[in-house]
């Protein structure tokens, strides 16, 4: 039985080696053969130097001498105790011993000296030393050792005394015998020219000895400690070698090495959202760090370790530890003036790289993406095609708002801090909100096999914040139909790897924790719920389409096929004759622009892939028209220089492309491109090798003198989409204060030209909030990346392409298997893909204005099968003062006109929207018909009252306390505006004090009715403002407008007194502790004292003061909701006591959710039968009331209680907008335009 697989979040080196056949070993060869014409001479010298053979006995020999010298030393320890035997006859012994001896001592004593010099083989040992550092100090070692040890060997052999003397030893003998210990000693002290005298040198030959060995030792050793000192002052850290990969996993980078490429793949890399906290990075790169690299490295000292070497030397490569490494990226220069030169060095290293490792994960860049298929055929594991990727972004961003800033929110992990910090600016929490997410590769439980994808993107978007786009095949990524089933793999315990959306890793581990139990209770009773009436594809299904099955991701060398054919080059058309195209090239040059020209492209300069851009713009289906190429947008390019032939011929057969020559910053040539009409402005920067400014932060100084050139013009003419590109991040700031320059020059003017266009706040204001808010999280940052970035106007209008999204996205491919192709076809499409499915932009429609998000996610996953993953807003007035990109922004987010949605999926056109909604119009009529049957009247109550007796004292101590009150603000409920107004207060009040009605719960209320609303108020002379305290809209411009209108004598230092009234249960308390929120004074912001709140009315039963803002110091009165003593009709209190203004004991919860069945009915609104999962609509509420028993816990309960729960839940669910937004009170149809809406006007600090 074969036991389960573990299953792995990516793919580790481990795991790469596993499915890899392991290569034969080879055999050893100890000698080389002879080759054909070698001589023996040569052949035989071959084997001595190169051979393992003669290598082995070379060490061997070294090994036997060295074993030669500690005998030779055991034996003369004590001393040189030779004794010479007699051979002679003992009759001749007389006359031979009376002769000296000498040739016998000379052969005893150069045999003994030849025993001493075989220590000189210790330095055959030098060959096994690996850098020129531990060669040169093992030399030095070797060299003392053998003078020592052969000077003692030698020294004791001359001074021994073969023969017995008896006389002195000084004068007669000149001999001695010395123990071996003590001749080591005396050559240490001599040489060390120490010489205490205690032992020397006797005979004649010894005193030359020790005097040569001295002056032989002050000459080699200092030379060799010379080299071993210049080799350790050349010697740095980046000459060593790595050698922590058996406790740290590691990656190489190697190829062109840029600091500001590192600064943002080193953040993104150790971001801890991507759990690389036990790799370590090797940078192997042929010259030293630079300044800034420098700096750079002491950030992540513990974490990257710099290498001086070639990635093409297999020495360097050692050093790098590359056969034990997790991964390898290979950079590749983007600015080169070679790119064809810059791809093939990447090919080299990327060929090296796979030699010296063959499993290792190799992730390569190239520019040119003709190249991508080769260097993929050569060893790349993945690659990323720079110019495909960069040109392919810049060429969708012209015709799809906010393209740039959706990928790099996506691509790039942010900060944790941001999900526990809440900004004071309304628009910047739901924008943060989609910063927090980004792209992640998941492993599918098993348990959800058998459903289909859209049913697994249903389930996981409402149940956490995780959407499903993509899914790994054996064909590699591709975006599966809706009804893909999901099948099982080959692991036990995973279904699929699906790439998706998700809000941080959290997210994605909140998904791993679903309950199995869960899931399969899904399974079986929620599934795909019939085709929808209305088919926008109208595809019919083809038998012939190959049905690709889910992977994880092992079949290595199938996907890398399948991307060997999606980067394959393209076909260009047949070449035309040199006069042909001599002619075209001149007629494109000089022709101009059509005067006729509109909806089009303007490019300031020309792209270095010119041809993948329009490529891009041209196979991009446009959603205006039928989809077709014939619709997609004219370009025209600007710049001071046209492109040559060769680089035309490949552009020739687009249609619509015009050249003007000239420059961006001047009038005259931008007025021949027709700016005016345009509808996008691309912005190019000139990027080479060679910077012409010696500050490289300079490089966009062109770029952002353009931009600035075009928004000064465009304040006569209409503004174009504006998209520009920068190569240093932090450029970014400047382009924001173009925009805070223009606010400023807006703030200038008379007072009467100000509207609600320009923000309230100024400038300096902005800027020291935006400060205070990002406090302290700059210097936390990983990486050293300016976080605070992300709130840069033109980042988050989408206006702005950096190259920090390729950096981003190569550092994902380590723990991210495969994203470079998902992103690729997420933006490009596949190519085998017939119904191309990417990413697209379309407005919103009609029908979905002041939905809710989740809403119209929902109905374009059921209708449309496509995933919508944010929306861009443009700029509105002070709550949204420029445009900005929602990533998948929180669920009760309301669609606003204008608004657009990012949505991925088959791209639909405009004439598939409105077929849409004719079929949507058609199942309107058939509810209207079913609708007939419904009740056309309800039997209302005899009379409905209610006034406790704490409201008629706080009426009274609201007219005493009247004269103190320097603006009045009446809180209303925006469902029902002129039902919870009270007629008393306003005959109470009068016209005396400047008055403000606050129409609170706007989410809530039918936001289609708010002009009518408005108009409506100022016809009667009240300005009024629509509030929502829950989702915290337009409340500082409520205290702005106090501020603006208090008549108070004294209110530089006594403040403005502010008194709130209303009806019960309209949000008034909850306002006031709104306004002490978003204090300046965090003593007033986080003070005890607050307004008391509660979800019934009646909570607040006195007059209280509370102080809610500081400079300038405002008090507001709180005060009880009072309702009218005699209610008018029956009708108006139902009405109250539906949106809880009264008490629902005192009519009853039962005829309160009867009146509720009732009014839902007659709007004609069923989402109530979507929300409680209803067959159908229903005008009887005892049915409701059953069908909810087992939401709300009644069942088993006594009759009378079961109905009093399910009142109590359905009205709940109203109350919270569970059923839809809806304005209960009659609505004149009189149009008038929306500038009965109060002006905003910046408020003075006094």
């Not at 209008?797 to 190569?810: H, K, P, T």
């Not at 009915?1161 to 609509?1177: G, H, I, K, W």
Request: net charge neutral.
């Amino acid at each position: 039985m074969a036991l389960p697989r573990r299953p792995q979040r990516h793919l580790s080196a481990a795991h790469i080696n596993a499915l890899l056949p392991r290569p034969a070993r080879r055999k050893r060869e100890y000698f080389a053969e002879r080759e054909t014409g070698e001589s023996v001479r040569d052949w035989v010298q071959r084997n001595l130097e190169d051979s393992l053979g003669c290598y082995l006995v070379d060490v061997f020999m070294a090994m036997l001498s060295i074993f030669i010298v500690v005998y030779n030393a055991y034996l003369f320890w004590d001393g040189a105790a030779v004794v010479l035997t007699k051979w002679m006859i003992g009759s001749r012994f007389a006359y031979i011993s009376s002769i000296d001896q000498h040739k016998a001592h000379d052969i005893v004593e150069v045999s003994l000296v030849l025993c001493s010099l075989r220590v000189l083989r210790l330095f055959r040992f030098l060959e096994f030393t690996t850098s020129s550092l531990q060669y040169q100090v093992l030399a030095v070692f070797v060299t003392i050792v053998c003078i020592v040890i052969s000077t003692a060997g030698i020294l004791q052999v001359v001074e021994a005394c073969f023969t017995e003397c008896k006389g002195d030893k000084d004068t007669t003998c000149r001999c001695q015998n010395l123990s071996y210990l003590d001749l080591l000693y005396f050559v240490v002290v001599s040489i060390s020219t120490l010489g205490y005298g205690d032992i020397y040198p006797l005979s004649t030959n010894g005193k030359f000895l020790i005097s040569f060995v001295i002056l032989l030792t002050f000459i080699v050793v200092p030379i060799q400690i010379n080299r071993v000192s210049n080799i350790i002052s050349s010697h740095t850290d980046y000459t060593s070698s790595y050698k922590e990969a058996k406790q740290h996993p590691h990656v190489v980078i190697t190829g062109h090495i840029d600091v500001e490429m590192l600064s943002v793949f080193f953040g993104e890399f150790f971001h801890p959202s991507n759990l690389n906290w036990n790799e370590k990075i090797v940078i192997l790169n042929p010259s030293p760090p630079a300044v800034e690299a420098k700096k750079m490295l002491n950030m992540y000292e513990n974490k990257v370790q710099y290498i001086v070497g070639s990635p093409m030397l297999d020495e360097d490569l050692t050093r790098a530890m590359l056969h034990k490494a997790s991964a390898c990226y290979v950079l590749v220069n983007r600015n080169a003036f070679r790119p064809q030169h810059a791809d093939q060095c990447s090919a080299l290293i990327t060929i090296a790289l796979r030699r010296g490792n063959p499993t290792c994960p190799i992730y390569s860049q190239v520019i040119n993406a003709r190249n991508a298929g080769t260097i993929l055929k050569m060893g790349a594991s993945d690659v990323l095609i720079a110019g495909l990727m960069k040109f392919s972004i810049l060429g969708r961003s012209c015709e799809m708002f906010g393209l740039p800033t959706l990928l790099l929110n996506m691509l790039t992990q942010s900060h944790a801090e941001l999900s526990q910090r809440v900004s004071p600016i309304l628009w910047q929490n739901s924008y943060l909100h989609g910063v927090m997410h980004g792209l992640y590769v998941i492993d599918i439980p098993r348990t959800f096999s058998g459903l289909s994808f859209g049913d697994l993107i249903r389930f996981l978007y409402d149940k956490t914040p995780v959407i499903p786009l993509a899914l790994l095949t054996e064909d590699g990524v591709q975006f599966p139909d809706m009804e893909f089933k999901l099948g099982a793999t080959a692991d036990p315990n995973l279904c699929c790897k699906v790439y998706v959306l998700a809000k941080g890793l959290t997210a994605v581990e909140e998904m791993l924790r679903i309950p199995p139990e869960q899931i399969l209770s899904y399974r079986k009773n929620n599934r795909r719920k019939a085709k929808s009436s209305m088919d926008l594809h109208h595809l019919t299904p083809d038998s012939t389409k190959k049905s690709s099955k889910p992977a994880l991701g092992s079949d290595f060398e199938k996907i890398r096929q399948s991307l060997i054919a999606m980067y394959a080059p393209p076909e260009h058309p047949r070449a035309l004759d040199d006069d042909d195209r001599n002619a075209e090239y001149v007629d494109f040059t000089s022709s101009g622009v059509p005067s006729d020209i509109a909806k089009h492209i303007i490019v300031c300069g020309f792209p270095t892939d010119t041809y993948q851009f329009l490529k891009t713009i041209r196979e991009a289906p446009s959603v205006a028209g039928n989809g077709n190429e014939s619709d997609s947008s004219p370009v025209v390019f600007l710049a001071p220089a046209v492109i040559d032939e060769d680089e035309f011929t490949k552009i020739r057969h687009f249609d619509d492309v015009y050249f003007v020559m000239g420059s961006p910053v001047n009038f005259a040539d931008l007025k021949k491109t027709r700016i005016g009409v345009a509808i996008s402005v691309l912005i190019l920067t000139l990027t080479s090798e060679e910077s012409q400014y010696s500050d490289p932060n300079m490089v966009d100084a062109d770029a952002i003198t353009t931009l600035r050139y075009i928004v000064e013009i465009s304040q006569k003419l209409s503004m174009p989409n504006l998209v520009v590109e920068l190569a240093r991040p932090t450029n970014v700031k400047l382009l924001s204060s173009l925009a805070t320059d223009h606010r400023m020059m807006g703030l200038a003017r008379p007072a009467a030209a100000i509207n609600r266009q320009l923000s309230f706040r100024t400038p300096r204001r902005a800027s020291s909030r935006r400060d205070s808010f990002w406090g302290g999280l700059d210097d936390s940052a990983n990486g050293g990346s300016d976080a605070s970035l992300v709130l840069e106007e033109y980042i988050a209008s989408g206006r702005v392409y950096m190259n920090s999204i390729i950096d981003s996205l190569m550092s994902e491919c380590y723990r991210k298997p495969w994203i470079t192709p998902f992103v690729h076809i997420l933006i490009n499409g596949s190519h085998d893909d017939p119904e191309s499915k990417r990413l697209f932009q379309l407005e919103v429609p009609k029908a979905f204005v002041a939905l809710s998000y989740a809403t119209c996610f929902r109905k374009f996953l059921e209708q449309a099968s496509c995933v919508a993953i944010g929306i861009w807003r443009p700029g509105h007035g002070v709550l949204l003062p420029h445009p900005c990109v929602f990533i998948n922004p929180p669920h009760d987010l309301e669609t606003e006109p204008g608004d657009l949605f990012f949505l991925v999926g088959r791209p639909i056109t405009d004439a598939e929207v409105l077929e849409f909604f004719a079929h949507n119009s058609s199942s309107n009529k058939e509810h209207e018909k079913m609708s007939g049957a419904f009740r056309k009247t309800f039997m209302y109550p005899a009379k409905i009252n209610w006034f406790p007796g704490h409201m008629a004292v706080a009426r009274r101590q609201m007219v005493a306390q009247l004269d103190a009150v320097d603006v009045l603000i009446e809180v209303r409920d925006a469902r029902i505006p002129w039902s919870s107004a009270n007629p008393i207060l306003e005959e109470t009040f009068g016209v005396s004090k400047p008055r403000l009605i606050v129409f609170n719960k706007s989410d809530l209320a039918n936001t289609n009715l708010q002009q009518r609303i408005e108009a409506q108020c100022k016809e009667n002379g009240t300005p009024c403002l629509f509030t929502s305290v829950t989702k915290g809209r337009k409340i500082p411009s409520i205290l702005q407008w106090c501020n603006a209108h208090s008549g108070a004598q004294f209110k530089k230092t006594a403040g403005t007194m502010v008194m709130v009234v209303g009806i019960p249960n309209v949000g008034k308390s909850s306002i006031i502790n709104e306004f002490r929120r978003l204090s300046s004074s965090q003593k007033l912001s986080k003070g005890k004292k607050r307004a008391m709140v509660g979800p019934t009315p009646g909570v607040t039963v006195r007059n209280d003061i509370i102080k809610v803002n500081d400079k300038p110091a405002i008090y507001v009165v709180d005060t009880p909701g009072v309702m009218l003593p005699n209610i008018p009709s029956a009708e108006t209190g139902l009405t109250l006591a539906l949106t809880g203004a009264i008490k629902d004991q005192v009519v009853g919860t039962e005829l309160i959710a009867d009146y509720m069945l009732f009014k839902l009915n007659q709007m004609r609104s069923t989402r109530y039968v979507d929300a409680l999962n209803l067959p159908e609509p229903t005008d009887n509420i005892q049915e409701l009331f059953e069908h909810v028993y087992k939401k709300c816990g009644a069942l088993g309960k006594e009759p009378d209680v079961q109905n009093k729960l399910a009142a109590e839940f359905l009205l709940q669910e109203f109350r919270c907008g569970a059923f839809g937004q809806f304005t209960l009170d009659p609505i004149s149809m009189k149009t008038t335009p929306s500038a009965a809406a109060v002006e905003i006007t910046p408020a003075s600090t006094e």
